[in-house]
C-alpha cells in the first residue's frame, strides 16, 4: 500500500537578517535534505532536540513556512476525493499518481486540503483565539468549510469535546479559564472537527506535566484507533513515543540520523546520537 505522506529530499533555509550598513547574513539551513514515508493509519514520530529542524519540517508540510526544495506527496483517500467535488478538482488540476506534492501547491489552493491536513501546535495558549470561546474556536473549522449552523453546529462541538474528554460545560469560557491539559484537548477537537487523514503534532504535549502527557497521549491512540487517523508526532523526547509510535525518525542539525521501527530504534539504535538520547532518558532506580 502506497503511503499517505511521502516526503523527499526536502530542504527549508530562513533568509540571513539584513545588517544596518548593508548586506546580509548567510542564509540559515534548518532542514539538509530528509526523506520518510508516513503509513495509513500509523504514528510516525520524528525526534529531535531544539533546533534539529523538526519543527521546520511540519511547518513545511502545511504550508506554513517555503520549503527551498524537495517533495512531499500526501495521498487523500478515494472515498474522501469521491465526495468532495472541490477536492477532486484539485487532483485533477494538480495531482499526479493519486497524491499531491504539498510543497509546490500554490497557497490559495490549499482550502480543499485544510479538512484533511491539521496541524496541532505546542503553545494551546497561542493557538486559541484569547478573545474566542472554547466552542467557538472548535466551531470554526466547521463554520468555514462545512459551513454548519445553530443546532446542528452546536451539536457537533459537544461531540467533539466529549471525544476528547473536556467537558461541554467549558464550551462558553475563553482559553485563560481552562487548564493547560483543557486546552490542548480543545487544540485537539479542533484539528479533529473536520476529520483529518493526516495530523501533525509540533510539541503538543512538550508544555505538559507527566501525568497531562500520559492522558493526551492514551486519547491520541484511541482517537488513531477509532478514526484511522495518521500522526506525525514531532518531539524532543525520546522517552514519549516509545509505547506510542509505530516508526521513529531521529533527527539532527537537519538531518535524518536514523529511522525505523520504534522498538527497532530503541533496542538496538544504530547511531551514536540516538543511544545518547536514549541514555539521556530518566529511569527509576529500583
Given at each position: ?14 533568509p ?8 546580509s ?10 526523506s ?5 493509519n ?16 511540519g511547518?513545511a508540510?502545511?504550508?506554513l513556512?517555503?520549503a527551498?526544495?524537495g ?16 477536492l477532486?478538482?484539485l487532483?485533477?488540476?494538480f495531482?499526479r ?16 486540503l485544510?479538512?484533511l491536513v ?14 474566542m ?6 466551531a ?8 454548519e449552523r ?8 459537544r461531540?467533539l469535546?466529549e471525544?476528547?474528554?473536556l467537558d ?20 485537539i477537537a ?6 483529518p487523514e493526516?495530523?501533525i ?12 502527557q ?13 478514526a484511522g487517523t495518521?500522526?506525525l ?11 506510542f509510535?509505530?516508526?521513529t ?10 529511522v525505523g ?9 544504530e ?10 532518558v ?5
Open positions: 500500500m502506497k503511503p499517505i505522506l511521502e516526503v523527499k529530499d526536502l530542504r527549508v533555509t530562513y540571513g537578517q539584513t545588517k544596518l550598513f548593508g548586506g547574513d548567510s542564509d540559515s539551513i534548518a532542514v539538509r535534505g530528509i520518510f514515508k508516513v503509513h495509513s500509523q504514528v510516525f514520530a520524528l525526534v529531535g532536540e531544539s533546533g534539529s529542524g523538526k519543527s521546520s519540517t511547518r508540510l502545511v504550508g513556512v517555503p527551498a526544495g517533495e512531499a506527496w500526501f495521498r487523500p483517500s478515494e472515498a474522501r476525493i469521491q465526495a468532495d467535488a472541490r477532486a478538482a487532483m485533477g488540476r495531482g499518481d493519486g497524491a499531491l506534492n504539498l510543497l509546490t501547491l500554490p497557497a490559495k489552493e490549499w482550502k480543499p485544510r479538512p491539521s496541524l496541532i501546535f505546542q503553545d494551546s495558549r497561542a493557538a486559541l483565539n484569547p478573545r470561546k472554547v466552542g467557538d474556536s472548535i470554526e473549522p466547521l463554520l468555514i468549510h462545512r459551513r445553530g443546532s446542528a453546529l452546536q451539536e457537533k462541538v461531540l469535546m471525544k476528547v474528554e461541554p460545560s467549558l464550551a462558553s469560557r475563553l482559553p485563560a479559564k481552562l487548564s493547560g491539559g483543557q486546552r490542548q484537548r480543545a487544540c479542533r484539528a479533529l472537527a473536520l476529520g493526516l495530523v503534532c509540533d510539541e503538543m504535549v512538550s508544555a505538559l506535566d507527566v501525568l497531562v500520559n492522558r493526551i497521549l492514551s486519547l491520541l491512540t484511541m482517537l488513531q484507533k477509532e495518521s500522526f508526532f514531532i518531539t524532543h523526547d525520546l522517552a514519549i513515543v516509545s509505547g509510535a509505530d516508526c525518525a531521529v533527527m539532527k542539525s537537519g538531518r535524518l540520523l536514523e521501527e520504534t522498538s527497532q530504534v530503541f533496542q538496538a539504535p547511531h551514536e546520537y540516538t543511544r545518547t538520547l536514549l541514555d539521556s530518566p529511569r527509576l532506580n529500583p
